[in-house]
């Protein structure tokens, strides 16, 4: 089956702790990103990368730090600089940026204890 | 800065009624337009998009939208909906150059 997985589907977090969620794609995309969505507002971008090793800031860039060493993973750590990161993150992936249409994982809940 | 606007947050409809969204954005120039659903429990999905051409775009489960130039409209219908039409939709804008914004969202209940 192709497509987008996320891991895990909740998390939570102490205070002053770093997190790293899974972002994990077999569509054999270039370009990846990730989204904070939250009640009444959308989704917002964190990062994207459009090619391994390269990875650019999005929207909301502060308190988050991303890597891209294989084509199929795109981790995001969520740092304790992140004052409020409370949130669903979604991630996405598409054939490369110039191809727009996005294709979405299931989705993380993190939780603040 | 570029922005995505959904009129309605909340809306409620009872089985086999007309469903009209609302969507506009502030983008100048060539526009790529999504429609997304996220049904309870279940991942973002494309319901429909518009690049070019027809600007009345046909999706998934009998949804349409047509795409208004002069009113930076792309907004979504859908003639009688069902209970399992229950969900939230997204409206999401890009153009060739920036990344792709997300509107509010839209919450559909639909009364059985």
């Known amino acids: 089956d192709g497509g987008i997985t996320q891991s895990p589907k909740y998390l939570f977090r102490k205070e002053g702790q770093n997190v790293t969620l899974s972002c994990e794609q077999n569509?054999?995309?270039?370009?990846m990103y990730w989204y904070r969505q939250d009640p009444g507002q959308g989704l917002r971008l964190i990062y994207y990368s459009q090619i391994v090793n390269d990875f650019q800031k999005g929207d909301i860039a502060e308190g988050y730090s991303v890597s891209r060493e294989k084509k199929e993973s795109f981790p995001l750590t969520v740092t304790s600089a992140q004052k409020n990161p409370t949130a669903f993150y979604l991630c996405?992936?598409?054939?490369?940026?110039?191809?727009?249409?996005?294709?979405f994982g299931p989705g993380t809940r993190l939780l603040v204890l | 800065a570029q922005s995505v606007s959904q009129h309605n947050h909340h809306v409620i409809l009872s089985e086999a009624a007309s469903l009209e969204l609302g969507c506009n954005y502030s983008?100048?120039?060539?526009?790529?337009l999504f429609w997304y659903v996220q049904y309870p429990g279940q991942h973002l999905q494309l319901l429909l998009k518009?690049?070019?051409?027809?600007?009345l775009v046909k999706g998934i489960k009998g949804f349409e939208a047509e795409f208004i130039k002069s009113k930076f409209s792309f907004n979504l219908r859908k003639p009688s909906v069902q209970w399992s039409d229950t969900a939230e939709y997204f409206c999401a804008v890009n153009d060739n150059n920036n990344d792709m914004r997300f509107g509010a969202g839209t919450r559909l209940t639909v009364k059985p």
């Open positions: 996405a992936s598409s054939m490369s940026r110039a191809v727009k249409t996005q294709y």
């Open positions: 518009y690049f070019s051409g027809d600007p």
């Open positions: 983008y100048g120039g060539t526009v790529n």
């Open positions: 569509l054999n995309h270039d370009a």
